[in-house]
């Protein structure tokens, strides 16, 4: 009777323990899935940019296509860090990075994406197929 007396809260110590991991474990979860979204919207961001600027490449309307590729990716939650977009060329290549913040890790981490886009035809002589 004694040795029931002394365990009589250990089941209260496993329970507080077990709590206390989950909780753990789903914060952790939490910044797995900010940063699996942070990489999407980065990336999001950069295939719109691209795609922006490659149509300014391919039909100017007067506008500098890295300001286009900077408005795009500002529209889709990311800040353009570089465009290599400058006409006659026929390929826009940008990079875009967004802050992720996190829960358990604390503080915020930047996440980088490229992308490419080519406008077939752009820049081809008369004549080449």
Known sequence: MKAARRERGSVTLVTT?????????ALA???VLRALQGVARAQTGADAAAL???QELALPTGTDPAVVAADFADRNGT???SCACQP????AVVEVEV?????????SRTVHA???????GLGESPGRT
Not at 17 to 25: R, S
Not at 114 to 120: F, K, P
């Open 79 to 81: 800040t353009l860090v």
């Open 17 to 25: 323990g077990v709590m206390v991991l989950t909780a753990v474990l």
């Open 29 to 31: 979860s939490v910044d």
């Open 114 to 120: 490229m992308a490419r886009a080519v406008v077939e």
């Open 52 to 54: 922006a600027a490659a």
């Open 88 to 91: 006659p060329s026929a390929d």
């Open 99 to 107: 802050s992720v913040p996190f829960v358990l890790l604390g503080g």
